[in-house]
């Protein structure tokens, strides 16, 4: 363990993406096979299964340390971060023995296998031979959170400058459903074999928001379509097996069982890149059908039929087994309106169609209509581009509404955790009903961090009530708060859920007695749910 | 139960010898625990510090009257007698004993019981009642020993050096930044400092305290010829464009609450080394049980937690709210 705690300080002793490379790029040249391959896998974010819940671990690092249980209740929100809690919270440990990183995911396994009383005693052993660093890298194995600010697309690069080999090849050797117990070093990383996973997907290629239409050139350069407002998918037809996986490489296949049937209508040997959505009578239903269906890994027939959904086909990738993200868009969607043309209407699948027009006020024009037909937007395409991996400037931009937003009142403060431990970053936000104020939201992103500091000051010295992590606020600063749908919730007091709230603006200018009202919030509803 | 001392709206308060200490609004008579600005702040009467604490004070307040007293040196104020004595947090600081009719009080201000090799080391002083402070009072915070400390700052500077990359640390320019002074190697690379800092190295130097020679930033400086040099400069000068200048650097932090990844992370410094000026987890508890006090007064910091904490280890232990959980920027944390 003790050159991936190595690693780790490494990557945490630094903000310089050359250096966070570079120490894992060592890490890769110098590791065991097994240890290199679980790093791997974590940095992929593929975790062990919590072996313990955290109310023993609690427990257990309470005892261990001699202090009552509600003392450490009292540091975990200040620290941020279980792991991390335990670990300071616990005496240094006594003796030292040094094991692999594998061997003690080893011993973890092992760990599971085991009764609740030997499970403490292998933990609490485990505690006391492990240095700081390492201790606290074990208890966020133990705990199942094992995350670590270093994004794949890092870790892909250095494996690249470790390994000599391409960085799109290893993206798409990392892709899928693999784990350590499931796979090898070698088998994974080191042996060439495309044939290996018939379900392997591409890398998506990811749109930037657009910056500036006026150096786009002239529209003509572009297809444009719909963004259309469902969970984006590929989907993968291969020797009769299909798989269909979603951009956070997901396995999907089993959520949407009526997409089962384009075996029998698409050729063996294609992968489409697509948007899943709820569809009837010709149209797309509102994201909050298709919600219903998020999550459900087996669906009820009942939903089946009353939420059906579709493949919006936006680009093909592969056809008769063949890798055409090389050709040009242009030649892909010719390709993809040919497999599509001949599948009849009850095939859960539609081409999404070019939206026409000449200059780009057309395309304004009808982006403006994105919310009435359930899109979020355009999508800008340049018609000579390759189909590329990941998020990428230039060739594809995504054109999105604005945002619906509501001016609200903060009422409740709580304190981030981890990066944002001792900052107030996760705010409740209300609106007016009558004389009262009525909570719809919470919000935690969009601010500076100036701003939340300074919104930090001002909630330490304007705090009305604590309950527990939670405190009240007067209710005087005004936010502009930003999101992308609304919909009915018998489950909040106000009636609503908002979809992806945040904070677009701090709004001095307003004061509070100007906030919008709970009937704005149910016009909306009306208008847009 | 006899209150010699009381918290009153201006700060601590000695009704029997009418003095008031580390007042935060103006009063006829101040004693005065160290240098920080919240504790001693302008606009007293009159002062009293001890005769280490007082040419900072000198140099932060201006022009004020005041009395300095050495350490242990008993002073009656209107019958009460008043003595100062090492807190161990900067060079002066002082935990200020009051007694009077056999009743014993202590003042701790703020303190640390570890010997930082700069500051008068900590003594324990016998009390009926305690009055301390709680800004890392709680069991997640476990200070690094002072050689390891130094050890791994030397390390990170000698890094950066053998790389030509300046070495930017924040630090609290009273106190922590001559404490590092001291720990650090000097014959690794050069040491230059923001004007704040110099200024106090200036006056601790006039005091006899010895420290590396250092080099004060000013705009015609050779940086060129500074290459791999440790900068010294205050949190507030390392986000500003002063800081700019020196390319490339490594920025790093000195400060208790580097304890805490969070807190680390959030100041997106490359490194934070955990040295505090302030007791950690067990040296609170430590000094605490050292004073033989049964009534203890929890200020500034965890002050509910630490004092429930303490009422059950059998103290009869209440929480004092000061002016000092503001943030007032200086503490020396
Ligand atoms: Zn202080
Ligand atoms: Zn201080």
New binding site residues.
Partial sequence: MKNFAALFTALDQTTKTSLKVAAMAEYFRTASDADKLWCVALFSGRRPKRVITTKLLREWAAQKAGLPLWLFEECYPIVGDLAETINLFLPPAEEHKERSLSNWIKELKHLSTLDEEGRKSGILAAWNTLHRTERFLFIKLLTGGFRIGVSQKLMTRALAQATGQDEAVLTHKLMGNWTPDTTTWVDLIETDDPAADLSRPYPFYLAHGVENLDQLGPTSDWFIDRKWDGIRGQFILRQGEHHLWSRGEDLMTDRFPELAKLRDFLPDGTVIDGEILAFQDEKPMSFNALQKRIGRKTVPKKLLAQTPVILMAYDLLEIDGKDIRHETLEKRRNLLANILKNSPIEAPLRLSSEVIGTTWDDFAKERARSRDLHAEGLMLKRRDSPYRAGRRKGDWWKWKIDPLTVDAVMIYAQAGSGRRANLFTDFTFAVKNGNDLVPFTKAYSGLTDEEFRKITTWVKRNTLQRFGPVRSVSAEHVFEIAFEGIQASPRHKSGIALRFPRMLRWRHDKPMDEINTLDDLKDMLRTYG | MSNLLTFTPEGIYCAAGDFHIDPWLPVPLALIT?G?A??SRLGMGAYMATTSAAPVMRHRLGEIKMDTVAYGDVTSINGVDVSFHPAG??PG?AQIRVAHKGDVWVAS??YKTVDDGLSEPFEPVRCNAFITESTFGLPVFNWTPQDILADQINDWWARNAADGVFSLLSCYALGKAQRLLRAVDPSIAPILTHAAIENTNRIMRGQGIALPDTTLVTPDLDLKAHKGALVLATPSALNSTWARRFKPASSAFASGWMALRGVRRRRAADRGFIMS?HADWNGLNDAIKHTGAERIFVTHGYTSVFSRWLSEQGYDAKVVQTQFDDDAGE??A
Avoid: E, K
């Fill in positions: 160290h920080h919240d504790h947090h900067v600081s201000g703020d000026d503490d020396g």
